[in-house]
């Protein structure tokens, strides 16, 4: 994550954000940084048995973390190494990121451990202004 935000946070309650009723972080755990528990909150995030349809600030939630660079946990209904990706061809293309039309897409499996994925989203943040 960026130092100062690019793009602010919302009001994630207010708007009805469903990662704040479900699951709340303690000092043992974090679900949404947890890579044991990510079926389950992604199942919040992006609809469930439980839950009808996505979130209703997972678009929001996307952009914040994109632009933000949030490059651990789930973010937007999706995994880190899914973000770091919509990063990567946004970097491609040329756009800057608080620009970019970020598209929710569903998870995939990585292509690396997590650990590299994060080193590279850190490696990427040093390149952004």
């Known amino acids: 994550m960026v130092l100062r935000l690019r793009i602010p946070s919302i009001d994630w ?6 990662c704040v009723r479900h ?3 303690s000092e043992k755990e974090d679900p949404w ?3 044991s528990q990510y079926d389950e909150v992604l199942g919040v995030c992006n609809g469930s048995d439980i839950y ?3 979130c209703p600030v997972r678009d929001y939630c996307l952009r914040f973390a994109c632009v933000n ?18 990063r990567q061809e946004a970097k491609a293309d040329g756009i800057p990121l608080k620009e970019v039309e970020w598209e929710w897409h569903p998870p995939t499996e990585p292509d690396a451990p997590e650990e590299e994925i994060l080193a590279a989203a850190a490696d990427e943040e040093d390149d952004q202004p």
């Open 33 to 35: 940084f947890d890579t």
């Open 13 to 18: 309650a207010g708007r009805g954000a469903r």
């Open 52 to 54: 009808e349809g996505p």
């Open 69 to 86: 660079n949030e490059s651990a946990g789930v973010w937007g209904g999706m995994l880190p190494h899914d973000r770091h990706k919509l």
């Open 23 to 25: 699951a709340r972080p």
